[in-house]
Every structure is written in structure tokens, then in C-alpha cells.
């Protein structure tokens, strides 16, 4: 049995640097990322976090927001969440952010949150492949007041004002029930994230932050000024919503460097050489050498 009354979903991703391609070069002095020298993706499982919302939104009804906190060009994978299906995205973007980590993150996407709107279901990746610290998502669920879900891996009902999920875990798997609202950290197993929409990329082609307006007249020449493509955008809801720290009432004192109590110590970069190696006969022979040294040396035992 479905759920009679639409389901809210918000779902938080953040654009972040291609570590596949991190080199000692990309590290600055204070330990932090020079994001700019890296390709700029849509975090892994923030796309499966979309998917489930997605999944909801098709099962239940309702809509689905996108939230992203980062730079301008962060609007990038706003895009991309339109194009997948989202029917609301907001870029919450300040110079005042700059320097946050994960709880003056999680204070800023609790106030976006508030500011959005009601909501039943939050949904975000386990974890950000540029931090690794799967926090930011069980943090801003901290600062909600509302219960969370970790490493969910699938929904299997959602009724009466509940939801119950399957959680992967290491040992195996655990089903959980919570009332709503609660937030959702996604696994990448849980799903195949579904392909942008050919129509909906072709609708929403002109989506733009008021940072995007240059570079899309110089495609459009047909828009003579910002002012004609804002007024455009707007009456045909492309444009997208670009909120400050004013605008969510963040304390300044909790956001960017001043509301980091995370500092990097040091940053230590590790070089992996290939060792000795050694050639095992496969033979029963072979095999029983190599298990009588690996006990031997205490690596197994």
C-alpha cells in the first residue's frame, strides 16, 4: 500500500574535485584542496541519494529539492539535477562559507533546509569522495532534530507517517522503521542512478545562476541584456535560486573558518613502491610453502 499523502523530498549533493586525479600538486600549504585544479564532478552517491528521492517521487508523489552549498559554478550539477528529474533546486553560494568544514556545513544546510520549506524525507551520499568523512549528513540531521537512517541502502515502505529502510552493513544488512521526518544517508549499491532526461535537458537548456547570464548571452546574442534574460528565466522558471548566508539567517560566527573548529595539522604524502615479490608453483606443494610462511611471519594464524 502507497502513501495517500505526497511525500517532501530534499536531497543535498555537492560538487566536488575528481580525486581520481589528486597529486601532490592539488594540495596547498594549509592542508587544504586547490579545488580549481581539478575536474569538477557530481558526487558518487549524493546521484544514488537523487535516485531513491526520485524512486519516491514516482511511488508516492510529491517533489523533490536539490540543495548545493559551494561556489557559483556548483550550479553545474544543479543542472544535472533537473535534467535527472528534480523538480526544485537551490544554490546557496557566499564568500562567507569559505573555509567551512563539516559542522559549519551542516549548520548552513540546516538553515537552506528550514528556509526551503516543510519536508517528510532529507536524503544525501553516505559520503563526499573529496572529505571521506561521511559527517556532514548525520550532522545536519543532529541540527534538524530529527532522527536519521545511515547507509541506506533501500526503502522498503513508506505508510502511515513511517518509513522502513534497509541499512547495508558490513555484517550483513538491518531493517530499520522511523517516523518521519528523517534523513537518509544512500550507499552506492543502492541503486543505478537513471540518465539525464533528453526532454528535460532540451526544457531546461537555459537553467542559470545570475553567474551564468555571460556565458549564455554570448550563445543567445537574441537576450540584448541581463535584465532581458533574467526577466526570461524567470517567467519560465529556469532560473535558479541563489540564496546567501543573509538570506538563510546564518550567524556568521557558525559558518566559513569562523565556525571550523576542524584544523589540519599536517598533510603527509605517501608514495607507494612496489617490494619484493616471489613466485608461487601451482602445486599443492607451492601452496602449503606459502600458507607455512605466512604463518610463520604472523600474517595469518
Known amino acids: 500500500m502507497t502513501e495517500t499523502k505526497p511525500i517532501q523530498s530534499v536531497v543535498l549533493v555537492k560538487q566536488v574535485p575528481d580525486t581520481h586525479n589528486l597529486s601532490g600538486e592539488v594540495m596547498t600549504k594549509d592542508g587544504t584542496m586547490n579545488r580549481g585544479a581539478l575536474p569538477a564532478i557530481f558526487n558518487p552517491e549524493d546521484l544514488n541519494a537523487l535516485e531513491m528521492a526520485l524512486q519516491v517521487r514516482d511511488l508516492h508523489g510529491g517533489t ?3 540543495i548545493t552549498m559551494g561556489p557559483p559554478k556548483a550550479a553545474n550539477i544543479l543542472r544535472e539535477a533537473l535534467f535527472r528529474g528534480a523538480d526544485r533546486v537551490i544554490l546557496l553560494t557566499d564568500r562567507k562559507f569559505a573555509g ?22 532529507i536524503f544525501c551520499g553516505r559520503q563526499a569522495i573529496d572529505g571521506d568523512t561521511a559527517q556532514v549528513g548525520p550532522q545536519t540531521a543532529e541540527k534538524l532534530g530529527i532522527p536519521q537512517i545511515t547507509y541506506a541502502e533501500q526503502i522498503i515502505e513508506i505508510k502511515d507517517g513511517a518509513i522502513v529502510a534497509q541499512r547495508a ?35 531546461r537548456k537555459l537553467a542559470a545562476a545570475p553567474s551564468d547570464y555571460a556565458a549564455i548571452r554570448a550563445q543567445w546574442p537574441e537576450f540584448e541584456s541581463d535584465e532581458a534574460l533574467d526577466a526570461y528565466l524567470t517567467e519560465h522558471d529556469l532560473k535558479i535560486p541563489v540564496w546567501s548566508a543573509e538570506d538563510v539567517g546564518a550567524t556568521e560566527g557558525m559558518i566559513g573558518l569562523a565556525g571550523s573548529p576542524t584544523q589540519v595539522h599536517k598533510v603527509n604524502f605517501v608514495v607507494l613502491e612496489g617490494g619484493d615479490s616471489k613466485t608461487i608453483p601451482p602445486t599443492l606443494e607451492g601452496i602449503a610453502a606459502m600458507v607455512q610462511e605466512l604463518v610463520h611471519e604472523y600474517i595469518v594464524g
Not at 567551512?100 to 519536508?119: H, P, V, W
Not at 543505478?192 to 532526461?197: L, V
Open 169 to 203: 552493513l558490513d555484517s550483513g544488512s538491518e531493517i530499520v522503521r522511523c517516523k518521519m521526518p528523517v534523513l537518509l544517508t544512500v550507499v552506492g549499491s543502492a541503486n543505478t542512478p537513471r540518465p539525464e532526461s533528453a526532454r528535460r535537458r532540451m526544457e
Open 100 to 121: 567551512a568544514d563539516t559542522l559549519a556545513t551542516s549548520y548552513a544546510l540546516k538553515c537552506t533546509i528550514r528556509k526551503a520549506g516543510e519536508f517528510d524525507l
Open 64 to 66: 523533490v529539492t536539490v
